[in-house]
T-cell receptor, first 109, second 114 residues
Framework: EDKVVQSPLSLVVHEGDTVTLNCSYE??????LLWYKQEKKAPTFLFML????IEKKSGRLSSILDKKELFSILNITATQTGDSAVYLC?????????FGTGTKLQVIP | NAGVTQTPKFQVLKTGQSMTLQCAQD?????MSWYRQDPGMGLRLIHY???????DQGEVPNGYNVSRSTTEDFPLRLLSAAPSQTSVYFC?????????????FGPGTRLTVT
């Protein structure tokens, strides 16, 4: 059975701090590692990491994939209150994605 | 494009009642999925479809039926609602053959079974 574990479960930081969210995975047929941000409603896509693309960056957010140790991290630098959300990590392909429980990030002014 | 739409937004059912959650997408995506999200459990896959006429079970399929008669629509049927099915349900779609496995999620349906 595929398994994705995220840590920490929740995190409170001050604006301007840097945070690191963790995701470990055990899957039988690795296709990709996906990061989503979920505010009040639907998750929105952040990054996809694969065997051929193990590092992604977009503005203050970046993510890496360690294929040997089977984990990924999501880094957010210079956090803002708008970064407050649940961050979901999942592993899978087109039709089947196994998600972790998410990390709830709260950024306080 | 409306993207992925879901109706209703909220629903309250009594135990034993049946209902259908609607999901539609206008992006011509081949793949569609249904997830439920419970506190502390993340997103769990209920059923998915790789195209019209083709569906398969996910991680937690019991108590739910799906069908896919068109590319656009992927309804989820609760046959006999139970309190354990109280949850937020998300429909998602993705494009086969794209460069990413990105899924586009609908806004969700919050279901309460009493």
């Amino acid at each position: 059975e595929d398994k994705v574990v995220q840590s920490p479960l929740s995190l409170v930081v001050h604006e301007g701090d840097t945070v690191t969210l963790n995701c470990s995975y055990e899957v039988t047929n690795f296709r990709s590692l996906l990061w989503y941000k979920q505010e009040k409603k639907a998750p929105t896509f952040l990054f996809m990491l694969t065997s051929s693309g193990i590092e992604k960056k977009s503005g203050r957010l970046s993510s890496i994939l360690d294929k040997k140790e089977l984990f990924s991290i999501l880094n957010i630098t210079a956090t803002q209150t708008g970064d407050s959300a649940v961050y979901l990590c999942g592993s899978g392909g087109y039709q089947k994605v196994t998600f972790g429980t998410g990390t709830k990030l709260q950024v306080i002014p | 494009n409306a993207g992925v739409t879901q109706t209703p937004k909220f629903q309250v059912l009594k135990t034993g009642q049946s209902m259908t959650l609607q999901c539609a997408q206008d992006m011509n995506h081949e793949y569609m999925s249904w997830y439920r999200q419970d506190p502390g459990m993340g997103l769990r896959l209920i059923h998915y479809s790789v195209g019209a006429g083709i569906t398969d079970q996910g991680e937690v399929p019991n108590g739910y039926n799906v069908s896919r008669s068109t590319t656009e629509d992927f309804p989820l049927r609760l046959l006999s609602a139970a309190p354990s099915q109280t949850s937020v349900y998300f429909c998602a779609s993705s494009f086969a053959g794209g460069r990413t496995y990105e899924q586009y999620f609908g806004p969700g349906t919050r279901l309460t079974v009493t």
